[in-house]
């Protein structure tokens, strides 16, 4: 008997875990403030220069929450507001702005060819990898592997965030060794091209 319920609880935690560990609901309740800058569900924020955080997946959103927090990944606007929460809290927060829809930008037409191109087949030349290895040929990302959404994104965040990776001002988490390679490899025209492809990908 006390097998059977071991199983069942093993059971019930491996998928709580597969599902992620946070309650959107309860996140709900603490990410009124996120709205300042991040605009209501995490879905417009107010300066094309921050994040969507919608719909970037738990785990990605989860381990950013928790490096901004500690300090490892040094944001200035967010100084602070994290202080406090607890590490439900902050699972509890990425659960619930995962759980948004994520609203594409419109993309410059202009920029749509090289982006594509960029994005579904990188550049063998100088050895730029596809992005949609690792964030879905949709934009989708991969959330078992932490690699976040980039469909929809602001052009102008994504654009800072690879230079960010390129500079190295950007080196925290288990997946930056890889973005920072990637982004020294690549030109401004790329960046600009690809950020600018992303932000309409679905």
Do not use: W
């Not at 990898?129 to 592997?145: D, M, R």
């Not at 997946?175 to 679905?202: P, Q």
């Amino acid at each position: 008997m006390k097998k059977l319920i071991a199983g069942v609880v093993l059971g019930v935690s491996l998928t709580a875990m597969a599902h992620g560990a946070g309650d959107p609901q309860a996140g709900e309740e603490n990410a009124a403030v996120c709205a300042g800058c991040h605009g209501q569900a995490g879905q417009k924020p107010i300066m094309g220069s921050y994040p969507k955080l919608s719909g970037l997946g738990e785990k990605y959103l989860y381990n950013q929450l928790v490096a901004i927090q500690s300090g490892d990944r040094a944001i200035a606007e967010m100084t602070g507001i994290l202080d406090g929460k607890s590490e439900q809290e902050l699972q509890d927060l990425a659960a619930y702005f995962d759980d948004q829809e994520m609203p594409l930008s419109q993309a410059n037409p202009d920029l749509i060819e090289q982006g594509a191109s960029l994005y579904r087949g990188g550049n063998m030349a100088s050895g730029v990898p596809a992005c949609a290895g690792c964030h879905s040929p949709q934009g989708k990302g991969n959330e078992p592997g932490g690699y976040p959404r980039l469909s929809g994104q602001n052009a102008e965040y994504i654009s800072k965030q690879l230079k960010a990776y390129r500079s190295g001002e950007r080196a925290t988490g288990s997946n930056a060794a890889i973005m920072m390679d990637v982004a020294a490899k690549l030109t401004d025209a790329e960046i600009e091209a690809v950020a600018n492809y992303v932000s309409g990908l679905h």
